[in-house]
């Protein structure tokens, strides 16, 4: 009962974070999980909430999304991603955690310090999606990263959370059956699972009501700080 209270209030304000930022919401809920059901299970457990919380924002926010970035980011991100799970038990985690965390913040600042350096061409939608998919393959998540890549496209608030939220929701749907089929859940699994599942749900309503009334310079400050600070975080704790 009370790992079941934990983990419905983390996923709620995981996916308050993510849904109002676009990422986030994996590295606030991992510890709870890895606490819930170990380090192993805590991985497809955090991609199962992730699924239905980057489902959720898709759906309040279907009219709004910019499919052209979005293809272009899959275009790279699915295959990288695929790889990245067969790889998920073999690679040290705190080391890759590590420089993820390191690729996030020396983009944000590229973006921050230099943002015409920093263009939403074919190659670097492709790209971005690429290592995105890659990484998040390997170490669970590595949404800032590809939040990053679409905070460069300039959108507003609900374009840019319902666009992002395709590319996360597609990547997680590539990931889950090579975790399902690499890692065994029990019962316990998923009805945390279940609980994980409608604290997303929640948070997500909860954050749509937000963004929306944040103006598009506000909101690239807010996420920029989001970034810095996450990644910052990553570098120093793995």
């Known amino acids: 009962m009370a790992a079941g209270f934990c983990v419905f209030t983390a996923s709620f304000f995981a996916a308050f974070v993510s849904g109002s930022a676009g990422f986030g919401g994996a590295l606030l809920l991992l510890p709870v999980l890895v606490l819930a059901v170990g380090p192993v299970q805590a991985v497809p457990l955090l991609t199962v909430a992730q699924f239905v919380g980057n489902f959720s924002r898709v759906a309040l926010g279907f009219s709004r999304i910019q499919w052209r970035p979005v293809l272009l980011f899959l275009l790279g991100a699915l295959p990288a991603a695929l790889l990245g799970a067969l790889l998920f038990l073999e690679l040290p985690k705190e080391i890759l955690v590590r420089c993820i965390g390191a690729a996030i913040f020396l983009l944000a600042l590229l973006l921050h310090r230099r943002p015409e350096m920093v263009r939403s061409t074919m190659p670097f939608l492709v790209g971005g999606g690429a290592a995105t998919g890659f990484l998040s393959g390997m170490a669970g ?9 679409f905070l460069s496209l300039n959108l507003a608030p609900g374009v840019y959370v319902a666009s992002e939220a395709v590319t996360a929701l597609a990547i997680h749907a590539v990931k889950l059956p090579v975790y399902g089929h690499a890692i065994p859940q029990d019962a316990r699994f998923w009805i945390l699972a279940g609980v994980a599942s409608l604290g997303m749900i929640l948070g997500t309503w909860a954050a749509r009501h937000v963004i929306e009334r944040l103006p598009v310079p506000a909101f690239r400050r807010y996420v920029l700080a989001l970034l810095f ?4 975080g990553m570098i120093l704790f793995g």
């Open 141 to 149: 998540s590595a949404g800032p990263l590809g939040a990053t890549v």
């Open 229 to 232: 600070l996450l990644s910052l």
